[in-house]
């Protein structure tokens, strides 16, 4: 500002001086006058470039560099690059943010205090079934309409969340939702959605699951109270107290199937996935299951005196890798199935498969791996029963069950210990035939 100052001092003096040496006093002031007025246009051009260079708006280039303009111009421009910088990276971190919010499983809705949407996130959109861009500056109370969400934005209690049924919900397929309000800023709103679909199912299941244990528990302990009150009052001979005994020991006996059934089954829910480094001999684990299908075929057929048919193919020298009671319980369970639902007299086979890659089975085409099946000739399992076998208690013959002492949990029993393997079972079964049920073994867990 100083060097200014002096230039413009200078060049009025020389000016002065100028017009002095041509017309005395008249001169110098026409030459002070003069170079003040180019001055002034001078630095209105100056300033006029300046401004037209600021209406421009980016600011890049300033359009002179030296001088009191050229300082303004560099200083705005370098005002104008950190706001753009620190704009660029608020940006970005917002941008963050959303990108955040929208990879949130839950829905989130930001409304402003008259209820109207500012954002919201896809997932809230799918979940009350509106758009996300377009739905902007609508009221919430417009597009979500279940009157139990109606009523709790009437009521203005937002201490709890309400449940309401999703946009996508169809009668096969119900949607619940979970949502709630946190308030936030001045009058704003949070709308959280959740989707409780799977949590409501676990929960019904789990209703479901105990009324059936008490109801499996209550039946035989009914009959056992029965027989205790007939023992307790009424005088019986020797044969008769037998017979009742025995009966009272075939309904503590089913009791305690059921209870080891459900204590397999949370053990298996409950434990971690089976090490890979255990390692079961397939020979070991066949003889065994003829073993038991053999005594308990005896045991069923001794009064009809005509024994299943039972051909079990040599296991080939493999091992499987998981756990040895689990694999055990598994293969047990499917052959003491094909024994108990086929008639005295039928034929049971037991076979094993090493898949060389091709169609085999129908397990897909992993090579090395290794599939199970037992057929046998009982009464079959018509089609719309098959899907539902491995679900716990779920029974086509309740009657023959409970007489072979089944409890309802074999098969889910499989289920569980071949998903725990990564193996898969197949069921195939012909009404009035018999039925076939096969695990496929991966590769990767037989040696
Ligand atoms: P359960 O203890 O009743 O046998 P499971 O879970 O082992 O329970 O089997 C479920 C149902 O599947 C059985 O109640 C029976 O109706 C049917 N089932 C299982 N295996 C066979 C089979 N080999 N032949 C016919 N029905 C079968």
């Known amino acids: 500002m100083i060097g200014r100052i002096a230039t ?8 002065g001086l100028g017009g002095w040496t041509l017309d005395r006093e008249r001169g110098a002031l026409l030459g002070v006058a003069l170079t003040g007025f180019l001055w002034f246009l001078f630095d209105a051009f100056r300033g006029a470039r300046l401004l037209a260079w600021l209406r421009q708006g980016e600011c ?6 030296h001088g009191l303009w050229g300082e303004v111009a560099d200083r705005t421009r370098r005002v104008v690059r950190n706001l753009n910088q620190k704009t660029q990276s608020s940006d970005e971190r917002l941008q963050d943010f959303l990108a955040a919010i929208q990879a949130s499983p839950n829905g989130v809705v930001l409304l402003d205090a008259e209820g109207r949407i500012e954002w919201c996130n896809e997932t809230a959109a799918g979940h009350l079934g509106f758009h996300a861009e377009r739905d902007r ?7 979500v309409r279940d ?6 934005m009437a009521a203005q209690n937002f201490g709890h969340e309400v449940m309401i049924e999703g946009r996508s919900s169809t009668f096969s397929r119900p949607v619940r939702l979970s949502l709630q309000m946190h308030p936030y800023g001045e009058g704003r709103n949070l709308l959280l959605s959740r989707d409780i679909t799977a949590l409501e199912q676990a929960e019904v299941m789990r209703r479901d699951f105990v009324a059936n244990v008490s109801h499996e528990i209550r039946t035989p302990l009914t009959v056992l109270s029965g027989f205790i009150e007939t023992l307790q009052n ?9 017979r009742y005994l025995a009966m009272m020991a075939l309904q503590s006996q089913r009791m305690q ?15 971690p996935l089976p090490s890979m480094q255990a390692w079961t001999s397939l020979p070991d684990l066949m003889a065994q299951c003829e073993q038991e299908a053999r005594a308990l075929s005896a045991s069923l057929t001794a009064t009809v005196g005509k024994p299943h048919q039972l051909s079990f193919t040599p296991a080939p020298h493999v091992a499987l890798a998981g756990s040895p009671s689990e694999w055990q319980s598994a293969f047990s369970n499917l052959v003491s199935n094909a024994v108990r639902y086929t ?5 049971i086979s037991v076979d094993w498969q090493i898949q060389d890659g091709g169609v085999g089975d129908g397990f897909g085409t992993s090579s090395g791996g290794v599939v199970f099946s037992v057929q046998d000739t009982g009464p079959g399992i018509a089609p719309e029963h098959i899907p539902r076998l491995t679900e716990r208690f779920y029974r086509v013959d309740r009657s023959r069950s409970r007489e072979t002492g089944g409890t309802g949990l074999g098969l889910a029993i499989v289920k569980h210990v071949l998903q725990r393997h990564g193996a898969e079972l197949k069921i195939s079964s012909t009404p009035g035939q018999g039925s076939r049920f096969s695990i496929g073994v991966p590769g990767g867990r037989v040696r």
Do not use: K
């Open 257 to 271: 199937s059921l209870v080891s059934d459900l204590l397999t089954l949370s053990r298996l829910e409950g434990s």
């Open 234 to 242: 009424l005088p019986l001979d020797a044969d008769e107290r037998e």
């Open 137 to 143: 500056e609508q009221l919430i109370g417009y597009l």
């Open 60 to 65: 890049r280039d300033p359009p002179m560099r």
């Open 8 to 15: 413009y001092v200078v060049l009025q003096a020389l000016a």
């Open 147 to 152: 009157p139990s969400f109606a009523a709790y």
């Open 343 to 347: 008639p005295p007299g039928g034929a």
